[in-house]
């Protein structure tokens, strides 16, 4: 069962996102290709996710379709999407109007 909890992003930078007004979310996307581990394993490496976050997101994915799985700046999310690319996965930014 997804407990809500565990997909808190870190409040002191959502924070200071809200107050420069830059908010973005890094997409993720559902595919064929990618294995729930490697999703997993992706998601603790490259956005710093525990097992329990990294897991419901890719669940999330899964039964949804996508999910947002960081809000931070344009800066702090570019290399983060690059990097869930380089690894095979459908990622994007999306940037938000505060």
């Not at 870190?10 to 729930?36: K, M, P, R, S, W």
């Not at 490259?46 to 999910?67: D, P, T, Y």
């Not at 809000?71 to 999310?77: D, G, R």
């Amino acid at each position: 069962m997804l407990n809500p909890d565990i997909l808190i992003e870190e409040d002191i930078l959502v924070e200071d996102v809200i107050e420069n007004g830059e908010v973005a979310h890094l997409v993720v996307f559902n595919d064929d290709y990618n294995t729930f581990e490697w999703v997993i394993e992706s998601f603790i490496k490259v956005c710093k996710h525990s097992e329990q976050q990294a897991e419901q997101l890719s669940m999330i994915i899964h039964f949804k379709g996508k999910a947002t799985v960081k809000t931070a700046t344009m800066e702090v999310l570019r290399p983060m999407k690059d990097a869930l690319i380089d690894r095979g996965l459908s990622a994007h930014i999306e940037t938000v109007e505060v």
